[in-house]
């Protein structure tokens, strides 16, 4: 399976997208563990921060003016978050940029990490750190759909439960594109699910 990961990333052109105007920039880390059933490593945003708190997220943040390029924001931010040191992280490649509802253009970069890793949550940015099977995703397990208007179209984005977490908005948007690239699972957000209801008419 981990083969499967590394070769598929390696090969995607991911989606880029040129916003209009210079945008603060972004980058996220998605941490995969290194076995047979690899799991995607996530956290719990301390529910005092200004922004996104309380949310599940991957790690990382805004780049830094010292920061070489984006994937070294993701390394970096990872570091201070959870602790995860950047030099036993395989960094295999970048899934599509999103412009976040807070106008931030944030960039994805896969990674993987030994599955023996002993997070270190940074308390004032962290709440818990987990990790969730990465083919729990793969059946689509929804508990809702969210609708947003997003690069002038609607989305239909999953919300996922595992356990007390909830895994919604943009997480769930870079896990959905994941799968679908290694798994070959079909997740439609560009359309309406069956299940979807619509509360507004």
Known sequence: MLDRILQR??????????????????AVLMPITRGESPELVLTLRASGLSTHGGEVAFPGG??????DDLM???????EEEVGLAPGIVEVVGPLSSLISLHGIYVTPYVGIVPDY???????AEIASVFSVPLEFFCQDPREVTHRIDYQGGAWYIPSYRY????????????IVEL???VYDA???????PASYIDLTR
Do not use: K
């Open 9 to 26: 990333v390696r090969d995607y052109s991911p989606h880029l997208l040129e916003p209009e105007g210079p945008l603060p920039e972004a």
């Open 62 to 67: 805004r780049r830094d003016p010292e920061d």
């Open 72 to 78: 070294q924001t993701a390394l970096r931010e990872a």
């Open 117 to 123: 890793v002993e997070y270190r949550a940074n308390d």
């Open 163 to 174: 356990g007390e977490y909830q895994i919604w908005g943009l997480t769930a948007i870079m």
């Open 179 to 181: 799968v679908n690239l």
């Open 186 to 192: 079909g997740i439609e957000m560009r359309r309406a």
